[in-house]
């Protein structure tokens, strides 16, 4: 008799996707079969965080609303959503998925897993007048916005205008429902835990990159791994 499967964990991937495939291995070719049927309303490329890294935001998080908790009802990003964007695509056609991942891996092909050191918290724009919390990197910028930028020219051929703005290498922590004032104590607080977290706290190497699709829910959005993509493959 056939096992029922077991119900997902906060941490995994939700079932009711926008794109009903399994999470391929790490050096598959996406291949369109592998994709067919989809649809993805909302689709776009990061770095995934380990465990070590996500469970210190937690902390983090848990730090600034203790020491302000005028932020306690803000929009905080779940623990399994903690992550670095490189590039948002939008609306992809269900036949361009396979096309993205492909051209994402040729772009990445002769880059190098690289050390990523995230360990800065930032109010943005300014903290009188917060929109975003995030943390920063201070090692490894660079070269993530080398990869983004290799993947922003692999993926021109989407219909999708961005904003505009600069890359930045950061997580974001919380997304404020209307600018408002943080307190520079919360801020100080977040940066002392940070600065006294072991390394592999707050390091992880960048081997990876992966396509996601978001499903916006009444309770936050739900994302899924459509693609792995190794560097230097």
């Known amino acids: 008799m056939a096992q029922r ?10 079932t009711a996707s926008a794109c009903e495939t ?3 291995p790490p050096r598959s070719t996406c291949s369109g079969e592998s994709f067919r049927g989809c649809r993805v ?21 848990e730090s600034l609303i ?12 779940a623990e399994e959503n903690l992550h670095v964007t490189l590039r948002f695509l939008g609306s992809v056609p269900e036949d361009a998925c ?3 991942a492909d051209r994402v891996r040729d772009a990445l092909s002769d880059v190098g897993t690289y050390r990523l050191r995230l360990d800065t918290v930032r ?35 989407v219909d999708f205008t961005p904003d505009g703005r600069e890359f930045k290498t ?5 997304r404020a429902r209307h600018p408002r004032r943080i307190a520079t ?6 940066e002392h835990l940070l600065r006294r977290s072991d390394e592999r706290a707050t390091t992880m190497s960048v081997r990876e990159v992966t396509l996601f699709a978001s499903t916006l829910t009444p309770r936050g959005p739900v994302y899924e791994e459509l693609a792995i993509i190794p560097l230097g493959t």
Do not use: Q
């Open 41 to 61: 309303p909302r689709a776009f490329l990061a770095i995934s965080l380990p465990l070590s890294l996500r469970s210190t935001f937690v902390a983090c998080r």
């Open 98 to 100: 396979a096309e993205v």
């Open 22 to 24: 399994r999470r391929p």
């Open 185 to 190: 104590a919360a801020l100080d607080e977040v």
């Open 66 to 77: 203790t020491h302000d908790p005028s932020w306690r009802g803000e929009k905080w990003v």
């Open 170 to 174: 950061h997580v974001t922590l919380c």
């Open 123 to 157: 109010a943005i724009p300014r903290p009188r007048s917060a929109s975003l919390l995030w943390v920063g990197a201070s090692a490894g910028a660079e070269d993530t916005v080398g990869v983004a930028s290799r993947i922003a020219g692999a993926t021109s051929f």
């Open 5 to 14: 499967p077991s119900p997902p964990n906060a941490a995994s991937v939700a």
